[in-house]
């Protein structure tokens, strides 16, 4: 009986062991998505934020890029008409990754800007004035390593009121 019982135990634990080996590489193949994934984000906020190489866009957003930005275009050339302007009114403009997230095809950075307001910005002029911005990111990530889907939260007033062009009234003390 005792013989009969291992060889049940035996068959259970293997079939078991059978089951969760690709459970396993299940897991382990999804954490190399995420991490490659997280890799492309990388590189691009290196390369196009901190180099200002729009031209390199190409290598990371998908030509059909559905953008939720209301302030840049659609696709590619809406990032690029949208981010040339920024770099020549902050041509010392570099952005740090302060956190990175990854889950499935999603990546989410939270990102700290800093710069000089060196040319036009917006219709307001140059005021050499150093600012500061904070933006949280979202991109989705296509099985061919480009960024199909991008949000973003920015700190718009925050930055405007640091070069000037808005003011907020502070009360009467």
Do not use: C
Request: negative net charge; hydrophobic residues 45%; proline residues 5%.
């Amino acid at each position: 009986m005792k013989s009969y019982l291992f060889f049940i135990l035996v068959a259970i634990t293997v079939g078991a062991g059978v089951i969760l080996l690709p459970a396993t590489r299940m897991v382990a193949a999804q954490e190399q998505l995420v991490q490659r994934n997280e890799e492309l984000v990388k590189s691009f906020v290196e390369n196009v934020f901190n180099k200002h190489a729009v031209d390199s866009i190409d290598k990371y957003y998908s030509i059909d890029l559905i953008q939720h930005n209301p302030m840049a275009e659609q696709g590619r050339e809406g990032f690029v008409k949208f981010f040339k302007p920024f770099f020549s009114a902050f041509p010392d403009s570099h952005t740090r990754i302060e956190h990175i997230i990854g889950q499935d095809d999603l990546v989410l950075v939270f990102l700290n800007w800093t710069g000089t307001q060196k040319g036009e910005f917006q219709g307001f002029p140059p005021t050499n004035k150093s600012v500061n911005m904070r933006s949280a990111d979202l991109f989705r990530i296509a099985n061919n390593d480009t960024i199909v889907e991008h949000w973003d939260v920015v700190d718009s007033l925050n930055l405007l009121s640091q070069v000037g062009a808005i003011t907020f009234n502070q009360p009467p003390k």
